[in-house]
């Protein structure tokens, strides 16, 4: 099984789409029933084939942290959506954006994880307005449009990792998620001041989008590469 050692957080990355690594089959075979009657609900078969991908890794990867089959995790999911499994000595969270999907399990607490790519065109101004706090709109207003554009989605990702390392989703207002900005980078949270919640912006070698991580924890993270990973075809 796979240990933590100096980290307490593992993050993971992949490509869920057609041309990536991750098999489709191989994925479908291991997922709950729950799990598979929400993939068959999606319109579009790029979207249900994502969401297959995402969460057939997903528990490829917990499989060797677990010591449990992945098709055979009781994965489960709280009153607002975040995945957990009963019992079980680490935490997990993942998010994905187009064709990447990020993966974050911790032994040190609660984990939130989030990932956007900064090829999204969004109305940043329009948008600022409606989600972001003062300090994070005069910030963004200092920026030339090509850093207001990556900042703007530095800055959502750290709220999307605060509403979900609790489970609160978008029932905690991005409004009253007040993120500092250090060296060009999200660091901290000033509000909510509790509970109390680490903030990581993690850098993805081949990423061109943000990703960061939020805990009730001191954070000590380990970027690891998915060789041997992956969900396969048998």
Known sequence: MTRFSGSNIHIYHADIGDAGRIDLGSCWTVLSKAEKDRAERFHFDIHRNRYVRANGQLRAI????????????????????????????????????????????SDGGTVGIDVELFDRKVEIDDLSRHYYTASEQQALARLEEAEKHEMFFWLWTAKEA?????????????????VVIEKGRPS??????????????????????ACCVAGLFIPRPEVRSLEGLYMRRD
């Open 62 to 105: 917990l499989s060797h942290y677990l010591g449990i089959p992945a098709g055979e995790i009781p994965i489960e999911t709280e009153r607002r959506g975040k995945p957990f499994v009963a019992g079980a000595d680490c935490q997990f969270n993942m998010s994905h954006s187009a064709d990447t999907a990020v993966f974050a399990v």
């Open 162 to 178: 605060r509403m979900k390392v609790t489970g609160e989703g978008l029932a905690l207002d991005p409004r009253k998620i007040d």
């Open 188 to 209: 901290a949270y000033r509000l909510p001041a509790t509970p109390e919640t680490s903030l990581l912006p993690v850098v993805l070698d081949g990423l061109k989008g």
